[in-house]
């Protein structure tokens, strides 16, 4: 995301001991914009990165563009259970503890499906304990519980 992290990870991945690592510093949503990687990878990981973006269905046809055919998307991510209210939607805190964005589970599938993925599984974590840790001050609707709201998950499409 920033030009110190790219300058960290230079130095623990020494191009003597991994030489085929490479790094490029841009938004994520600007994947389908890098040429040289169309078709490239056989796996796209990202944990806790993919809500945070308000162009998800760029980023997901961007990450579909660097797959190769029978490649995978493999993401762990919050998702949304239920709408998340208007006021927690627009509370930087919920944002920054990746809440505020999260996606309904039938509108990620949905997107997925748009991107081109196949044989979509998008796996909730029952009982996340932590989720209410993420925003202990959010005034959630009417008292209710934030794991009402969200919940993470483990999200898994392949490109045919």
Same mark, same amino acid.
């Given at each position: ?7 960290e ?7 003597? #001991?991994? &030489? ?17 990687? #169309? ?8 944990? $806790? ?11 997901? /046809? +961007?990450?579909y @563009?660097?797959? /190769?055919?029978g490649?995978?998307?493999? @993401?762990?991510? &919050?998702?949304?259970?239920?709408? !998340?209210?208007?006021? !927690?939607?627009?509370?930087?805190? %919920?944002?920054?503890s $990746?809440?505020?964005?999260? %996606? ?9 499906k748009?991107? +081109? @993925?196949?044989?979509?599984?998008i796996e909730?974590?029952?009982?996340? %304990?932590?989720i #209410? /840790?993420?925003? &202990?001050e959010?005034?959630?609707?009417? +008292? ?9 998950? %483990?999200?898994?499409a392949f #490109?045919?």
């Amino acid at each position: 995301m920033t030009k110190e992290m790219i300058d960290e990870a230079i130095k623990v991945t020494r191009k003597e #001991k991994y &030489p085929n690592i490479q790094y490029e510093l841009s938004k994520i949503e600007d994947l389908e914009n890098f040429e040289k990687f #169309k078709e490239k990878f056989d796996v796209v990981i990202s944990n $806790c990165v993919f809500n945070l973006s308000p162009e998800k269905e760029k980023v997901l /046809k +961007g990450v579909y @563009f660097v797959l /190769k055919k029978g490649g995978r998307l493999i @993401f762990t991510d &919050p998702v949304a259970l239920k709408p !998340i209210p208007e006021e !927690i939607r627009k509370d930087m805190k %919920s944002y920054t503890s $990746c809440m505020a964005n999260a %996606s309904l589970i039938e509108d990620l599938n949905k997107i997925l499906k748009n991107a +081109g @993925f196949k044989d979509i599984r998008i796996e909730v974590k029952e009982g996340d %304990s932590y989720i #209410k /840790k993420w925003t &202990p001050e959010t005034k959630w609707e009417n +008292g209710n519980d934030p794991k009402e709201y969200i919940a993470t998950a %483990s999200i898994f499409a392949f #490109k045919n």
